[in-house]
């Protein structure tokens, strides 16, 4: 069975080390169990590689993780998604979005960019319990820029209904690591936050200044925003170390700082 918070030492059904049918950059590497106590999800995961810029996406990070901790421990996060309409950007492995489904939303959808991304999170949806109530949609934070949901002609999925779609809940891990990340950042929520809406952002301290000038352009656009630090236990990482997040974890010291958003109803 499989430890908390730890990949299953049992065959998965996909099995130990196994390969996609045939996904174009291969990045499945194993399915790894994340247990929660009260609920188990199953994600594909590949260690990260250098050189290979795809797989970033098909890893768990230690942000992720502890904003997915965070949520699934603290009955606040928890009152903020249940029964609520839940977008995951950059969503990556999904452990996030696949936790706020397990706490109670609505519905969630998984989004990333990637096409491999994409086809790695579908082979993870469907190993969880909660996929009725999840979907996997390709959304380019470019396109919302240029077009925003308010009138795209061009939505980034084939879903008729995604063009005007807006959401009560915006989830999102590590998503600042560059300067120019910024401004798309900020568009995705301008275009996909609907008024009255949360966006909980959790986000490495790898470089306050970004941190800072994010903010700063959130409010300046009329968002409210409330900064805090969370913290990943120790020995929730350590169950993951084969996949190298103890490193990570150290580097940032186990602490992340949670941003929480929030978009005026006028």
Not at 36 to 62: E, H, L, M, R
Request: proline content about 5%.
């Amino acid at each position: 069975p499989p430890n908390k918070w730890g990949r299953s030492t049992s065959s998965p059904a996909l099995g130990q080390h196994s390969k996609p049918p045939a996904t174009p950059a291969q990045l499945l590497h194993e399915m790894q169990t994340f247990d929660f106590g009260w609920d188990k999800f199953q994600v594909a995961v590949a260690p990260p590689v250098v050189g290979t810029p795809n797989n970033v996406g098909a890893c768990v990070w230690v942000c992720s993780l502890a904003l997915a901790v965070h949520i699934a421990e603290d009955p606040e996060m928890r009152e903020l998604i249940i029964d609520r309409d839940v977008l995951e950007l950059g969503c990556g492995c999904g452990i996030v979005g696949f936790v706020a489904a397990g706490v109670g939303s609505k519905y969630v959808w998984l989004s990333d960019s990637e096409t491999d991304v994409l086809a790695n999170l579908r082979h993870s949806l469907a190993a969880n319990k909660h996929r009725a109530k999840i979907e996997v949609v390709r959304l380019a934070w470019e396109d919302e820029c240029e077009h925003p949901a308010s009138g795209c002609s061009h939505p980034s999925t084939d879903s008729v209904a995604w063009e005007n779609k807006r959401f009560e809940v915006i989830l999102g891990s590590d998503l600042l690591y560059t300067m120019d990340r910024i401004h798309l950042v900020l568009g995705a929520l301008q275009s996909r936050l609907e008024p009255g809406g949360v966006c909980l952002l959790g986000n490495a301290m790898r470089d306050m200044r970004m941190n800072d000038a994010f903010a700063a352009q959130m409010v300046a656009a009329g968002f409210s925003l409330e900064r805090t630090r969370i913290h990943l236990p120790r020995d929730v990482v350590e169950a993951q170390d084969d996949v190298g997040l103890l490193a990570e974890w150290q580097l940032y010291k186990g602490s992340f700082e949670l941003m929480i958003i929030r978009r005026d109803t006028s």
